[in-house]
């Protein structure tokens, strides 16, 4: 069963909303689909996915993917 770092998530410095926005990328929603279930803007989306990107030192969205999985920040 999955179990996921919360210290690793903290040392990272990802906050809970960076969090919840890298989860809904890693099951393939484009930016304007998190915004409208986030009920945030497009704008703001792409500030927390930037933020995540950097935070996890990957150039991509699949390569935060595939680093946060194997931090087990996400599933």
């Known amino acids: 069963p999955f179990e996921m770092d ?3 998530l903290r040392k990272l410095g990802i906050s809970k909303r960076e969090h919840e926005v890298l989860t809904l990328v890693s099951v393939g929603l484009s930016n304007q689909e998190i915004a409208e279930k986030l009920f ?3 704008s703001t989306v792409k500030t927390h996915v930037s933020s ?3 935070k996890l030192d990957a150039s991509r969205r699949t390569q935060a993917i ?5 931090l087990r920040i996400i599933q």
């Open 52 to 54: 995540i990107l950097a």
């Open 40 to 42: 945030v803007s497009t």
């Open 66 to 70: 595939r680093c946060a999985k194997e």
């Open 6 to 8: 919360d210290a690793m």
